[in-house]
């Protein structure tokens, strides 16, 4: 089965940005719709992004043009390009590969 391992996390005043990368082996990527949660302190987790085998993306209301996924099949990567953020974006930030593969998270606080 897939496992996936984040990184890119870290602390960024607001306004900032940050890229998060998911590293996907042990499955056949490209056929996986691919996504990033996240959970806030003392929140449920929550879908951020989601990105079809195709293509076609997802994003909750609270990122849209603010954040981008994409993905590199060639590579069994995906992207979450995270700009213009908020401390309400503070979390930690899981991959998923559809429906049930996970992450161990990567946390992200933006703070002055």
């Known amino acids: 089965q897939v496992q996936l391992v984040e990184s890119g996390g870290g602390l960024v005043q607001p306004g900032g940005s940050l890229r998060l990368t998911c590293a996907a082996s042990g499955g056949i990527f490209s056929i996986y719709t691919m996504g990033w949660y996240r959970r806030a302190p003392g929140k449920q987790r929550e879908l951020v992004a989601q990105i079809a085998s195709g293509g076609t993306t997802t994003y909750a209301d609270s990122v849209k043009g603010r954040f981008t996924i994409s993905r590199d099949n060639a590579k069994n990567t995906v992207y979450l390009q995270m700009n213009s953020l908020k401390p309400e974006d503070t979390a930690v930030y899981y991959c998923?590969?559809?429906?049930?593969?996970w992450g161990q998270g990567t946390q992200v606080t933006v703070s002055s």
């Open positions: 998923n590969a559809w429906p049930s593969r």
